[in-house]
């Protein structure tokens, strides 16, 4: 009796997901830009009424904020509708037995039509 494999594909992740890895992505970044801007700011014009440390912070947290947020919303509509090409890929080689070799047959006459 022959086995049989079945080959799962890998789940994409949900919009949340890619929500929130967008806003931690953006965060990290706004905190180094943001350390990086209001230290100059304190360098250049002093550390002002909250003092180094507040306004430290208030620049890093306004930057977290600010880069977060377009970074989410970005990484959302960036990645929307991908991959599709690599499910059809999945799904011919798991449906037919010899798809690899008809794919890498496919794959050789775009590249020498390419180059020709």
Known sequence: MATVS?????QQ??????LGMGAMMGTG???CIGFIGGA???????????GTMGTLGQFMGTS?????????IGTVIRTEGRDMEGEDIMRRLTQEPNSLRILQME???NRT????
Do not use: H
């Open 13 to 18: 992740p949900s919009v949340l997901q890619k």
């Open 107 to 109: 794959r050789m006459k």
């Open 29 to 31: 970044v706004g905190l």
């Open 40 to 50: 100059f700011q304190i360098l250049r014009a002093g550390p002002g009424p909250k």
């Open 113 to 116: 039509r390419e180059l020709s």
């Open 64 to 72: 977290a904020a600010t880069f977060g947020f377009f970074m989410s």
């Open 6 to 10: 079945t080959v799962q594909l890998p």
